[in-house]
């Protein structure tokens, strides 16, 4: 019993690990991204699921709050990227504007009418 206490212990205060420093799998336009995922979903999965890839595209909406950002990467007609970066270690990330074409860095979640990263940093 001591044990799994101790193990939870140290789960809850092990730190969160970000994508700064870790090489991205891919390197992949956002369109290229959205367009695998519409049409192949589970084969999508098995090359970017749970992986840090890096996305490039035009925003096409930003939504902020007091601890997180959300970025929208235009894709397609009937979707977008997602891209969620925290703003819990950082609340000086430059907000990006709509229009502008950017790097992000995340890890893909997965497919829910938008394809979804989070943990993300945008590159220089």
Known sequence: MLCFIAWGFY??????????NIQP??????TDLYAQYSTAEKHSDSIFLDKIIEVKGIVSDVQKTDTAMNILLKA????????????????NIPMPSVGQNILLKGKCTGF????ELVDCIIEK
């Open 11 to 20: 789960l809850f205060n092990k730190p969160h690990t970000g994508v700064e």
């Open 25 to 30: 799998a891919v390197t992949i336009a956002a």
């Open 112 to 115: 829910l009418m938008d394809v």
């Open 76 to 91: 397609g007609e009937t979707g977008d990227i997602n891209c969620s970066l925290s703003l819990n270690d950082n609340k």
